[in-house]
């Protein structure tokens, strides 16, 4: 995928690199960049979300656009209520960093995240 070449490029990192920001291996960061692979999975779109805020999922998805977007969520959302629903600590200060994502990635993390009860809590922490 020319993108992950331009993507890679841009920031300034090797492909092991990126591997280790991502949290996946180099030999998967070779073969997006090698492969005829047309599109990102799921996961690896979540990925790039995590390691990257800000990075548009239009642009992953697409190669359309800028790469960041600049749009940020209210920074004051308490991880308090994704602990009260039975989340461990982690897991709902992990909340408390999504909320502050820009709407376009909390789009892409909503549509990505298939278990029902984490679907509702990021529902109502994200405004939805």
Same mark, same amino acid.
């Given at each position: 995928m020319e993108r992950i070449i331009e993507f890679r490029t841009k920031q300034k990192l090797t492909q092991k690199e990126l591997a280790q920001r991502l949290g996946t291996y180099q030999e998967e960061i070779s073969r997006l960049e090698n492969e005829k692979i047309? #599109?990102?999975?799921?996961?690896?779109? @979540?990925?790039?979300?995590? &390691?990257? $805020?800000?990075?548009?999922?239009?642009?992953? #998805?697409?190669?359309?656009?800028?790469? @960041?977007?600049?749009?940020? &969520?209210? $920074?004051?959302?308490?991880?308090?209520?994704?602990?009260?629903?039975?989340?461990?600590r982690n897991t709902a200060q992990a909340f408390e960093r999504l909320c502050r994502l820009p709407q376009e990635q909390k789009d892409a993390i909503e549509r990505i995240v298939t278990d029902e009860r984490i679907r509702a809590i990021a529902a109502v922490l994200f405004g939805k």
């Open positions: 047309t #599109e990102l999975t799921a996961r690896q779109k @979540f990925l790039f979300l995590r &390691a990257f $805020p800000g990075i548009s999922l239009d642009w992953l #998805e697409t190669g359309k656009g800028d790469i @960041f977007i600049t749009e940020t &969520a209210p $920074p004051d959302v308490p991880s308090e209520f994704a602990y009260s629903q039975g989340l461990g």
